[in-house]
Nanobody
Framework: VQLQASGGGLVQPGGSLRLSCAASGSNIFSINVMGWYRQAPGKERELVAAINSGVGKKLVDSVKGRFTILRDDFKNTVYLQMDSPRAEDTAVYYC????????????????WGKGTKVTVSS
């Protein structure tokens, strides 16, 4: 299973940016949770947003009201819509897929994407 993230880049404060992450592979039956983490220079990696197969969502307090997480199970893709980003949102954003099951009854696995850099600056 591979996670391919895209959409990072330079965005102005108050602008918008959309990150996408597609999970691919012949052995994906279902994915429990898909999410985004980020790591800023000199800081630990932190959860930004996650969404489970039941469409339950979790967002870190600092992005609530500004970021939205969505998923398309037909495409095994998760999106992070970043509205009104701030300088403190600058980081490398990593896609995560947890509980990836290849067949019913099989053990779920966790996968990470390589990361996409987001820079918020004027």
């Amino acid at each position: 299973v591979q996670l391919q993230a895209s959409g990072g880049g330079l965005v102005q404060p108050g602008g918008s940016l959309r990150l996408s992450c597609a999970a691919s592979g012949s052995n994906i039956f279902s994915i429990n949770v898909m999410g985004w983490y980020r790591q800023a220079p000199g800081k630990e990696r932190e959860l930004v947003a996650a969404i489970n197969s039941g469409v339950g969502k979790k967002l870190v307090d600092s992005v609530k009201g500004r970021f939205t997480i969505l998923r398309d199970d037909f495409k095994n893709t998760v999106y992070l819509q970043m509205d009104s980003p701030r300088a403190e949102d600058t980081a490398v954003y990593y896609c995560n897929a947890d509980g990836v099951v290849s067949a019913p009854g099989r053990r779920g696995m966790t996968y990470w994407g390589k990361g996409t850099k987001v820079t918020v600056s004027s």
